[in-house]
């Protein structure tokens, strides 16, 4: 039942009209309502059954693109699961598009073992007006930044005027408050004829708990008798919602163009039914010209399954614990299962996670499986993203909590790291503006989250300690007004010079002989300073990390400052005998050979 739209469901433009084509296993009675503004019916028209089990068809004749329509099952509205646009919100009506244009730029593999740099960011608080052409304007300065491939947020729609994307429901319908189908696949062109690749964070765990039309078509979506985080568990050893996934991300795959999905928090799409829902998307993006790549978010640090199931990549929150940790010296909610020492910091760094079968914090259970084989390509590193700033009380940025001098430090490593590093929106520039969680439910919904979530996090001392009217309320336009990057305060000061730093990093990443190829991975501490070492048949590069005080160190790894020279650095690196390093700082060396 797949096309070149992704799906033969829901509405489709023909010479003669618009064809409507349901699935339900429950409805005996179908048809598609027609208006011309929403509540205001014109016309309705009867679907017959059509030749595949449980489908019914109609061609409205005279119909064209632009029509709103609800469908009627057996006397009830339902909005179009497979609905392309919902310009009215998530209940509906939906709206008849033209089918995608064919593409003005060839998309871009995007080339995990060629050191892609990928960028997060949140349409709604990119810019100022929150919009997909806004962002457009802003692409060609992510590529002179250095970043090649982006990566959006959750744009599929999802209910009210704001919110972070990860409670969508219209899963083949961009959030109207961005913009249109059209003017997506305008930012998509954009992107790739800069020379960027894109890719998209999808959902596929759960639906949203407002506005999901699923239930209405059929009870074989969801499993009544399990249930996650978000309500009723979906039914992924069911033929109909592993249809319904599989048909998005070919959606997004091959009719839009993006080159790439994100999955949001695969540990839920347990259990994956037969073969592994994994594997069946794998399939679907590997089919794409040029084969997509499928990134998975994933707590169970077991990145050799992933692999088997053919994901290509895995975020690895661990680094960003430990060095979080390190900094930050906090140890609340999940930071407690780590040290926050150099030494596991290095461990991280070598072997991608920290938890490779050992238990993390008390009474907790082993976690995790060793990644030897794995390429430190494949797992994608953060110092910062909207999950691990914006689920902070306050959603304050790391520059916040650490100061410009540690940040930049923390920068430079990750940057350095042969690991594929993701920067999240504004990081660049050490962005002053919080990322706090934001949405806007109505009515009792609405009470529930901001009162859930400070449940949720409780294990968090923000959330503890803080009077209830210090933490900002979700439900509040204010939090996500405050959440808007300001792009003018890249050229002041701090933020400037934060901003050179990167674009610096980013070039030596990109133009050095020994960072932009695989190379042999050594690190460890000397003191209270971290080292790490890159080394190929084209030469050797030596970073230091020093988060602590001023230190002088006569040897690192074996090598002397006599035989070192500074590439980059966070601060004025001075030539003298001894390698000499500032408070908070970190420095790139090219090592003469011995």
Same mark, same amino acid.
């Given at each position: 039942?797949?096309?070149?739209?992704?799906? *033969?469901?829901?509405?489709?433009?023909?010479?003669?009209?618009?064809? !409507?084509?349901?699935w339900?296993?429950?409805?005996?009675?179908v048809?598609?309502?027609?208006?011309?503004?929403?509540g205001?019916p014109?016309?309705?028209?009867?679907? %017959?059954?059509?030749?595949?089990? %449980?489908?019914?068809?109609?061609?409205?004749?005279?119909?064209?693109?632009?029509?709103?329509?609800?469908?009627?099952l057996?006397? @009830?509205?339902?909005?179009d699961?497979?609905?392309?646009?919902?310009p +009215?919100?998530?209940?509906?009506?939906?709206?008849?598009v033209?089918?995608?244009?064919?593409?003005a730029t060839?998309k871009?593999?995007?080339?995990?073992?060629?050191?892609?740099?990928?960028?997060?960011?949140?349409?709604?608080?990119?810019?100022?007006e929150?919009?997909?052409?806004?962002?457009?304007?802003r692409?060609?300065?992510?590529?002179?930044?250095?970043?090649?491939?982006?990566e959006?947020?959750?744009?599929?729609?999802?209910p009210?005027? #704001?919110?972070?994307g990860?409670?969508?429901?219209?899963l083949?319908?961009? !959030?109207?408050?961005?913009?249109s189908?059209?003017?997506?696949?305008?930012?998509?062109?954009?992107?790739?004829?800069?020379?960027?690749?894109?890719?998209?964070?999808?959902?596929?765990?759960?639906?949203?708990?407002?506005?999901?039309?699923?239930?209405?078509f059929? &009870?074989a979506? !969801? &499993?009544?008798?399990?249930?996650?985080a978000?309500?009723?568990?979906?039914?992924?050893?069911?033929?109909?919602?592993?249809?319904?996934?599989?048909d998005?991300?070919r959606?997004?795959? *091959?009719? +839009?163009g993006?080159?790439?999905? #994100?999955?949001?928090?695969t540990?839920?799409l347990?259990?994956?039914?037969?073969? %592994?829902?994994?594997?069946?998307?794998?399939?679907v993006?590997?089919?794409?010209?040029?084969p997509?790549?499928?990134? =998975?978010?994933d707590?169970?640090?077991?990145?050799?399954?992933?692999?088997?199931?053919?994901?290509?990549a895995v975020?690895?929150?661990?680094?960003?614990?430990?060095?979080h940790?390190?900094?930050?010296?906090?140890?609340?909610?999940?930071?407690?299962?780590?040290?926050g020492?150099?030494?596991?910091?290095?461990?991280?760094?070598? @072997?991608?996670?920290l938890?490779?079968?050992?238990?993390?914090?008390?009474?907790?259970?082993?976690?995790?499986?060793?990644?030897?084989?794995?390429?430190?390509?494949?797992?994608?590193?953060?110092?910062?993203?909207?999950?691990q700033?914006?689920n902070r009380?306050?959603?304050e940025?790391? *520059?916040?909590l650490?100061?410009?001098?540690?940040? #930049?430090?923390?920068?430079?490593?990750?940057?350095?790291?042969?690991a594929?590093?993701?920067l999240?929106?504004?990081?660049?520039w050490?962005?002053?503006?919080? +990322?706090?969680?934001?949405?806007d439910?109505?009515?009792?919904?609405?009470?529930?989250?901001?009162?859930?979530?400070r449940?949720?996090?409780?294990?968090?001392?923000g +959330?503890r300690?803080?009077?209830?009217?210090?933490?900002?309320?979700?439900q509040a336009?204010?939090?996500?007004?405050?959440?808007?990057?300001?792009?003018?305060?890249r050229?002041?000061?701090? %933020?400037a010079?934060?901003?050179t730093?990167?674009? @610096?990093?980013?070039?030596?990443?990109?133009?050095?002989?020994?960072?932009?190829?695989?190379?042999?991975?050594?690190?460890?501490?000397t003191?209270?300073?971290?080292?790490v070492? @890159?080394?190929?048949?084209?030469? =050797?590069?030596?970073?230091?990390?020093?988060?602590?005080?001023a230190?002088?160190?006569?040897?690192?790894?074996?090598h002397?400052?006599? *035989?070192?020279?500074?590439l980059?650095?966070?601060?004025?690196p001075?030539?003298t005998?001894?390698?000499?390093?500032?408070?908070g700082s970190?420095?790139v060396?090219?090592?003469?050979?011995?």
């Open positions: 039942m797949s096309s070149a739209e992704g799906s *033969s469901l829901g509405a489709r433009c023909e010479a003669v009209g618009v064809r !409507f084509t349901v339900s296993d429950k409805a005996r009675e048809s598609v309502v027609l208006y011309d503004r929403p205001n014109i016309q309705e028209v009867q679907l %017959h059954p059509g030749d595949e089990p %449980h489908t019914y068809v109609a061609v409205a004749r005279g119909v064209r693109a632009g029509a709103l329509y609800d469908f009627r057996d006397g @009830r509205l339902a909005v699961p497979y609905a392309r646009s919902l +009215f919100g998530v209940h509906g009506p939906a709206q008849v033209l089918p995608v244009q064919p593409r060839g871009r593999t995007v080339a995990l073992d060629a050191n892609e740099v990928i960028y997060e960011l949140h349409v709604g608080t990119f810019t100022s929150g919009t997909f052409d806004s962002a457009r304007e692409m060609s300065e992510l590529r002179e930044l250095g970043v090649t491939t982006v959006l947020m959750p744009i599929a729609a999802f009210g005027r #704001r919110g972070w990860y409670d969508g429901v219209g083949f319908a961009p !959030f109207s408050g961005y913009g189908p059209e003017q997506l696949r305008e930012l998509l062109d954009v992107i790739h004829s800069l020379g960027m690749s894109v890719i998209l964070d999808v959902v596929y765990n759960h639906l949203g708990p407002d506005g999901n039309p699923l239930p209405a059929s &009870d979506y !969801f &499993d009544e008798q399990r249930a996650n978000w309500g009723k568990a979906p039914a992924l050893e069911k033929p109909a919602f592993r249809r319904l996934i599989c998005n991300a959606y997004w795959l *091959s009719t +839009f993006f080159d790439g999905l #994100r999955l949001d928090a540990h839920e347990e259990p994956g039914g037969t073969p %592994h829902i994994l594997s069946e998307l794998s399939r993006a590997h089919a794409c010209t040029p997509a790549v499928l990134i =998975a978010e707590s169970r640090n077991d990145p050799k399954t992933l692999l088997e199931h053919g994901i290509d975020w690895s929150d661990d680094f960003h614990h430990s060095l940790v390190l900094l930050t010296s906090e140890r609340d909610g999940y930071y407690s299962a780590f040290s020492e150099l030494a596991e910091l290095a461990r991280v760094i070598e @072997r991608g996670q938890f490779e079968g050992q238990a993390g914090a008390a009474k907790e259970a082993p976690r995790g499986k060793s990644t030897a084989g794995v390429p430190h390509q494949r797992f994608v590193f953060a110092i910062q993203n909207h999950d700033v914006g009380a306050c959603g940025r790391l *520059s916040a650490v100061g410009f001098d540690a940040f #930049r430090a923390a920068s430079l490593l990750l940057l350095f790291l042969p594929t590093p993701i999240f929106m504004g990081q660049e050490a962005s002053s503006a919080p +990322f706090l969680y934001f949405s439910h109505g009515g009792d919904l609405g009470h529930t989250v901001s009162h859930g979530r449940r949720e996090f409780g294990h968090f001392l +959330f300690a803080a009077e209830p009217d210090a933490i900002p309320d979700p336009e204010t939090s996500f007004l405050r959440s808007k990057l300001d792009w003018t305060e050229h002041s000061a701090e %933020h010079q934060t901003l730093l990167y674009r @610096r990093a980013l070039e030596l990443r990109r133009t050095d002989l020994v960072l932009r190829e695989a190379s042999q991975l050594s690190v460890g501490t003191g209270d300073t971290l080292w070492l @890159r080394q190929s048949s084209n030469g =050797a590069r030596l970073l230091l990390f020093n988060p602590g005080g230190t002088r160190l006569e040897q690192v790894a074996g002397s400052a006599s *035989s070192a020279r500074a980059l650095s966070t601060c004025a001075r030539a005998s001894v390698f000499d390093l500032a408070a970190a420095t060396f090219a090592l003469a050979e011995r």
